[in-house]
T-cell receptor, first 110, second 117 residues
Framework: QQPVQSPQAVILREGEDAVINCSSS?????VHWYRQKHGEAPVFLMI?????EQKGHEKISASFNEKKQQSSLYLTASQLSYSGTYFC???????????FGAGTQVVVTP | ETGVTQTPRHLVMGMTNKKSLKCEQH?????MYWYKQSAKKPLELMFV???????ENNSVPSRFSPECPNSSHLFLHLHTLQPEDSALYLC????????????????FGPGTRLLVL
């Protein structure tokens, strides 16, 4: 079962904040976040593990609510370099397998 | 540069052609993956290899045939494809497969953009 991401797209001005959500209908062991710029490979940002702490990467942080089976990615004081499509990948009970969301396109304008 | 390369980067083929996509990882990883990425849709896992053995075939049509001759190389052989197979095909690798609750980070290549006419 693939996770559901929201919103599908967001447009920000430089310096603004945004939140991207990733929800699953199944119990999760972990959530992985990736960012993909146009024409490039998805790049790993961070993993959130069950029972783990909130993580951060530059001014991008994320949380994982195990009870709600949901993760949120926080883009704080966004920079132009934050533009891209953000994917969450969730791990349920199957080893070696991540289920990815459809992605959230983020555009940061000057 | 993530250490995973894919060739070609772009490919146009007719429905009767046979072609192959190549993936190479320079990270010393033991697990490799093929994904299909279509516009506005989630990444779809196609195949998973661990130590050159296929461990997952995610209901992929037989017109896609993977090959993993060693832990550094992964191929996807294509034949008699359909226009709906047009997509970005991504290869990824991870140190190992990981266990439930301890999923390894996957490192992606830049993908091959495939157009089937």
């Amino acid at each position: 079962q693939q996770p559901v991401q929201s919103p599908q797209a967001v447009i920000l001005r430089e310096g603004e904040d945004a939140v991207i959500n990733c929800s699953s209908s199944k119990a999760l062991y972990s959530v992985h976040w990736y960012r993909q710029k146009h024409g490039e490979a998805p790049v790993f940002l961070m993993i959130l593990l069950k029972g783990g702490e909130q993580k951060g990467h530059e001014k991008i942080s994320a949380s994982f609510n195990e009870k709600k089976q949901q993760s949120s990615l926080y883009l704080t004081a966004s920079q132009l370099s934050y533009s891209g499509t953000y994917f969450c990948g969730t791990e349920g009970d199957s080893w070696g397998k991540l289920q990815f969301g459809a992605g959230t396109q983020v555009v940061v304008t000057p | 540069e993530t250490g995973v390369t894919q060739t070609p980067r772009h490919l146009v083929m007719g429905m009767t052609n046979k072609k192959s996509l190549k993936c190479e990882q320079h990270l010393g990883h033991n697990a490799m993956y093929w994904y299909k990425q279509s516009a506005k849709k989630p990444l779809e896992l196609m195949f998973v290899y661990s130590l050159e053995e296929r461990v997952e075939n995610n209901s992929v049509p037989s017109r896609f045939s993977p090959e993993c001759p060693n832990s550094s190389h992964l191929f996807l052989h294509l034949h008699t494809l359909q226009p709906e197979d047009s997509a970005l095909y991504l290869c990824a690798s991870s140190q190992d497969l990981g266990l439930a609750g301890f999923q390894e980070t996957q490192y992606f290549g830049p993908g091959t953009r495939l157009l089937v006419l």
